[in-house]
């Protein structure tokens, strides 16, 4: 056929091709053929022989149209995408190759794996396209900045509740910090602050959102207008202000974009791994945490532009406990008593005071402290029932009244003094 006699040449082998056949028409020599081509003189004369007994299909490679003795054998490419459609299926192609390579012990490209999906149609996840925003250069140090957020998501896929991600990403360093709790609140913000702080220390600032756990919409106090208070602080503020963190509320999900960035691929590569582990509660999910977030951030974290570690030990006199807690005040009754969400507790403590406070801790017991010293205390579980007289019945008189002779009635009726009936006059 007329196609057989085609040879496709790249636009180096046409300029190869042209400078070797005036090396064969005496027009050059092969030294200087080869310092026009960048190529040895020894290879010129390889390459003016294959083309002087092969023609112009001589300048090409002999291994065009073979196939790579470095390719994947077609066993091991089935076995791949077979394991892609029954174990891996919605991964994305570099945590799928990352998987058969950890898991079942086959090495292959993530760019190898894309082009095998795409070539049998098998559907993958792909990254969607974002809008363009101005790129924001991270902080200096370790622990100047930490962002933080909790991640509203089926975690378990079904297998077992719904939960919340509470996570910490250092601004600097990219490092995360995360625990599983049931609900987003002030609580587990607490909770997952304090073991934030036994692991690392005290950062500089934190960057938060404006949910209703973080800042407050509570009309301010007398006692805050005299204190020169702007607006009302939340408990979780309350406990960043005694700690000595600055807090840094965002305007929008896209001022905290890394933390968003990072729910998303967490909810991409770690729901998948905890799929494969089979985790189905929160217990097993935070062991689980424990060591993936290890491995994780050793894989993804940076070093800050700075070494300085601007993460402060906890030094204060009181425990983190008493400052990472929901504290409230309760004025003391005479009786020695306090209300507190509808209960009644009983001070066994003699003291004398008009306010006390109530300390609900992240382990979920309560303290009542007074001067920060914690005071006993007993849940009064039934009242005294008095004893009252019951209401005597009241008796109603009935009276009748006879209007008098003039009245406007009496002009149009007539009443009957002896049968108590009214008549109507004709």
């Not at 898991?103 to 559907?123: A, F, M, N, Q, Y």
Request: proline content about 4%; aromatic content about 8%; hydrophobic content about 30%.
């Amino acid at each position: 056929m007329a196609r057989e006699d085609i040879i496709v040449l790249s636009k180096k082998e046409m300029r190869r091709v042209k400078v070797i056949h005036a090396v064969l028409e005496k027009q050059m020599t092969q030294v200087e053929a080869g310092k026009f081509l960048e190529l040895s003189d020894r290879q010129v004369r390889r390459i003016t022989v294959r083309v002087n007994r092969e023609g112009d299909q001589g300048i090409c490679h002999q291994g065009r149209g073979e196939p790579s003795n470095r390719g994947i054998a077609g066993e091991i490419k089935n076995r791949i995408l077979h394991l892609y459609r029954d174990r891996y299926a919605g991964f994305g192609p570099t945590l799928a190759a990352e998987k058969l390579g950890e898991i079942d012990k086959i090495e292959v490209s993530d760019e190898t794996l894309r082009l095998w999906l795409k070539e049998t149609g098998t559907p993958y996840k792909t990254r969607k396209k974002r809008p363009h925003r101005q790129w924001r250069q991270r902080r200096g140090h370790l622990g100047e900045l930490v962002q933080m957020d909790g991640s509203h998501h089926d975690w378990f896929e079904g297998r077992g509740p719904e939960c919340v991600l509470m996570g910490y990403v250092d601004d600097a360093t990219g490092e995360v910090f995360g625990r599983f709790y049931d609900y987003e609140g002030t609580i587990p913000a607490m909770d997952s602050f304090k073991r934030y702080i036994e692991c690392y220390g005290i950062p500089m600032s934190i960057y938060l959102d404006k949910h209703t756990t973080y800042k407050s919409t509570a009309k301010l106090t007398i006692e805050d207008e005299l204190n020169g208070r702007e607006r009302q602080m939340s408990q979780f503020e309350r406990s960043m202000d005694e700690l000595g963190v600055k807090v840094i509320h965002a305007n929008s999900p896209q001022a905290k974009g890394r933390i968003e960035r990072l729910f998303g691929t967490l909810q991409d590569r770690l729901l998948k791994e905890m799929r494969l582990s089979g985790i189905k509660s929160i217990d097993e999910a935070n062991r689980f945490l424990e060591t993936y977030l290890s491995s994780y951030n050793k894989k993804f974290r940076v070093l800050p532009p700075k070494a300085t570690d601007l993460h402060r030990p906890f030094s204060d006199k009181r425990s983190l406990d008493q400052i990472l807690c929901i504290r409230d005040g309760r004025a003391l009754r005479n009786d020695h008593t306090i209300g507190y969400n509808g209960k009644l507790y009983q001070i066994e403590d003699d003291i004398k005071a008009e306010k006390v406070m109530v300390e609900e801790r992240t382990d979920g017991s309560m303290y009542i402290t007074y001067k920060d010293k914690p005071l006993r205390y007993r849940e009064i579980t039934t009242r005294p029932v008095r004893e009252v007289e019951p209401p005597k019945p009241k008796i109603r008189i009935e009276r009748k009244i006879k209007p008098s002779k003039d009245h406007p009635w009496c002009k149009s009726k007539r009443y009957n003094k002896g049968e108590g009936e009214i008549q109507t006059v004709p």
